[in-house]
């Protein structure tokens, strides 16, 4: 691949969001059941993993989803389209989940565990991989990578693949477990992930960057050298 | 580099214009993120050209982010779904 096609990869041209978006509000607005069913289809799975990083109960979780549905119902004439319809939506989400965490009283807050995960020396590969500092070669691979040669189509497809994607998943801190769940699971954008937990930006980029490390260690440990 | 002496190395390690794999590996996310200065993205893709070994590690990293969005799991269970319809009907009859 070219750099420029990389560049390119890197800043894809966002699909239309912003129309789908304001058709989906408008049909929303109009009653449309259907459309009612496909945002629940679409968000509700991402929705109940966001509440229970605030609640600590999956039931509360999903009472916490259901009252912001009502909110949202309530509030869509209002909805002025300044923001994305899944940024709207997320906020009041997490101002609900947080409203009910505080009274429940869970103890430790979002903001606190991601500051100490985004904090101090976590390297994304094992410093044992490479060279050690005064050799020749000095900070390079100390052993060739081996190329994962399955395609996406066999390779990434396999239940047992995405077996191990989850469980490495699980193993995760919790913040790096909600921001890499919400982004490159439920496929929330950085700046939506920012808001949702009220993260910098800075923090969110290390957090994924420490926890997207992690599960390609653990893909490549349970691939090629098991 | 086989006449590669400690100094040089270690100048080598400190050049700041280039990068050890070591290093790149902690770039890939803010390169993918296109949070890298122009400098940065230079470098990075300076070394990107030059080794054989890191462009295999920014592949896998691209096809691990592609196995986590597979994951996605969409739809709500019947119950879930009957209670929400049953608020969204209130709210339009309403």
Known sequence: ?226 | MADADLVTTAAVDTDPDTLTCRQFVELVTDYLEGALSPDERARFETHLLGCDDCPIYLDQMRQTIRTLGALSEEGLAPAAKAELLTIFRDWNRG
Not at chain 1, 105 to 129: M, N, T
Request: aromatic content about 6%; glycine content about 6%; some cysteine.
């Open chain 1, 1 to 226: 691949m070219s750099i420029d096609e990389r560049i390119a990869e890197r800043n894809p041209t966002a699909p239309d969001h912003a129309a789908a978006d304001h058709l989906l509000v408008a049909a929303l607005r109009a009653g449309e059941e259907a459309a009612f069913v496909a945002i629940l289809e679409r968000y509700q799975a991402p929705m109940v993993r966001l509440a229970t990083l605030y609640v600590r109960e999956r039931a509360v979780a999903e009472e916490v989803v259901q009252e912001t549905w009502i909110g949202v119902l309530r509030g869509i004439d209002g909805f002025e389209e300044r923001s994305s319809f899944k940024t709207w939506l997320f906020r009041i989400l997490t101002n609900q989940a947080k409203r009910r965490g505080a009274r429940e009283g869970r103890s430790v807050p979002f903001s606190a565990l991601a500051r100490a995960e985004a904090d101090g020396s976590d390297p994304a590969v094992d410093p044992e991989r490479f060279v050690p500092p005064g050799r020749e070669n000095a900070g390079h691979w100390a052993a060739e990578l081996t190329e994962w040669r399955q395609t996406p189509e066999d390779r990434f497809v396999s239940g047992e693949t995405h077996a191990r994607a989850k469980a490495a998943i699980a193993g995760l801190p919790p913040a790096q477990r909600a921001v890499i769940t919400l982004r490159d699971v439920d496929g929330l954008t950085a700046e939506e992930v920012c808001q949702a937990l009220d993260l910098t930006q800075g923090n969110q980029r290390v957090l994924l960057h420490r926890a997207r490390s992690k599960v390609r260690g653990a893909l490549e440990r349970n691939g090629e050298e098991a």
